[in-house]
């Protein structure tokens, strides 16, 4: 786990605290004290319950394209400096709208990305401009009940499953691990490609402690590497990173290239140019590539940035998502077809 057991220990009391308190607010919901309001077409809701690294996005895009026409992506847009309910288009900077929706927006130029704290307002302003709208993805919407979701899809990450966490502080949990109970479905994501049977059951029955949702496994799929420069490779590389959780894209590069200085900064980090300049300084005195994802190259790509980028030998690694079978289709377009 993230946390070490001392601090867990230390911190649990402050963790029960916040999670009585998430669980009298589900209760109220529960009890349609507080409201959820409802629409006539289906809504999708990927989220978890930890604080990040679940791999919300590339689930999101992975449905995205799943379902295809006419479906658009409801998110609240983390990081960004704007307030309200803005539709993102291609160019917007990712300060503007944050990187993963700009991420979504570049990548599916003809689909609709809406942004909006409010979830209720979002759809409203989408279904109005757009009554065509054959269904909405709502990213990272686990614990935002003011809208009854068509589906639940929870996230959990193998390497820190949420029925081996705990609540905040004491650990990344957003709320108690019976929170999982409103999941209709729950996908292990970031799982070893060669996860065997048995211990995909053993890890099926644990989560089923908590809810009787159906239970899948998906995989990280990284793409060749692309160049954002036409620059060249070599067998050795700077990784420059700003998401949660980087360590298996580290393994995945490090498989085939030496990696002489991971550049780690937290999830959405907004770059300076001092800490750029520090980057591009090492990779031309060494002569070395550098290596970073889809989504921090949103933010790599801010005007003020832009003198510093533009001298980067820069590569993309793509990254998609691979469910171990057909099963989670199956039954998501089920959920779709029932609605």
Request: proline content about 5%; glycine content about 6%.
């Amino acid at each position: 786990m993230r946390h070490s057991y001392f601090r867990t220990i230390l911190l649990w009391p402050l963790g029960l605290l916040y999670g009585c308190i998430m669980l009298v607010r589900n209760w109220l919901y529960d009890l349609g004290i507080l409201k959820s309001k409802k629409y006539n077409l289906p809504i999708i809701s990927i989220g978890n319950l930890s604080t990040g690294g679940t791999g919300k996005t590339p689930h999101t895009e992975y449905i995205l394209n799943l379902l295809k026409d006419n479906v658009a992506v409801v998110s609240r847009g983390y990081g960004r400096t704007t307030k309200g309910v803005l539709e993102v288009e291609v160019g917007m900077p990712a300060t503007d709208v944050g990187d993963e929706p700009l991420m979504l927006k570049t990548n599916h130029p003809s689909k609709t990305i809406v942004l909006g704290e409010s979830r209720v307002a979002a759809i409203d302003f989408l279904l109005k401009k757009y009554p065509n709208t054959s269904a909405v993805l709502l990213d990272d919407a686990f614990q935002h009940r003011s809208v009854s979701p068509s589906a639940n899809v929870l996230l959990t990450e193998y390497r820190n499953l949420m029925t081996l966490d705990f609540v905040l502080p004491a650990g990344n949990l957003r709320e108690f691990r019976s929170g999982a109970n409103r999941a209709d479905a729950v996908v292990v994501t970031k799982s070893p490609a060669d996860l065997d049977s048995e211990t995909k059951l053993t890890l099926t029955r644990t989560i089923q402690m908590y809810t009787s949702a159906r239970v899948f496994f998906s995989a990280i799929e990284y793409g060749e590497l692309e160049s954002a420069n036409a620059n060249q490779l070599a067998d050795s590389c700077i990784v420059l990173t700003g998401i949660a959780n980087p360590g298996p894209m580290l393994e995945f590069i490090s498989e085939t290239k030496q990696v002489v200085r991971h550049f780690r900064f937290s999830d959405h980090h907004t770059f300076s140019e001092n800490e750029l300049k520090e980057i591009v300084d090492l990779s031309s005195e060494k002569q070395l590539p550098i290596i970073t994802t889809s989504k921090d190259l949103m933010r790599l790509q801010l005007p003020q940035l832009k003198p510093l980028t533009d001298k980067m030998n820069l590569h993309i690694l793509p990254i998609k998502v691979k469910f171990f079978d057909n099963g989670f289709d199956t039954w998501l377009l089920s959920q779709i077809k029932s609605q």
